[in-house]
């Protein structure tokens, strides 16, 4: 995986990104959303592949997306302390 600085800061986030808008409790804001375990699944394929970039909106999915990603990152975040 290729990364970049962000803006002038120290932090070095990946040239992919993935979009969350597709995440979300369905019929919140389109019914072809992905559930929670579904966009875990892909969030773990993608820190896998070392992509680190998430791209989400409080308005995606009536901020549902948020939770999820949110949720899966701190579970992943969890196993790795202990």
Same mark, same amino acid.
């Not at 962000?6 to 597709?22: P, Q």
């Given at each position: %995986?290729? !990364?970049?600085? =962000?803006?002038? *800061?120290?932090?070095?986030? /990946?040239?992919?990104?993935?979009?969350? %808008? &597709?995440?979300?409790?369905?019929?919140? %804001?389109? $019914?072809?959303? =992905?559930?929670? *375990?579904?966009?875990?699944? =892909?969030?773990? !394929?993608?820190? $896998?592949? @070392?992509?680190?970039?998430?791209?989400?909106?409080?308005? !995606? *999915?009536?901020?549902? /997306?948020?939770? !999820? =990603? @949110?949720?899966?990152?701190? &579970?992943?975040? $969890?196993?790795?302390? *202990?």
């Amino acid at each position: %995986m290729k !990364y970049a600085k =962000l803006g002038t *800061s120290e932090l070095e986030v /990946s040239k992919l990104c993935v979009g969350c %808008m &597709s995440f979300g409790e369905a019929g919140t %804001m389109h $019914d072809w959303t =992905l559930d929670e *375990s579904a966009s875990d699944e =892909l969030i773990k !394929y993608a820190l $896998d592949l @070392g992509i680190n970039f998430f791209d989400t909106a409080n308005v !995606y *999915s009536a901020g549902t /997306s948020e939770e !999820y =990603l @949110g949720r899966s990152l701190k &579970s992943m975040l $969890d196993v790795r302390i *202990s």
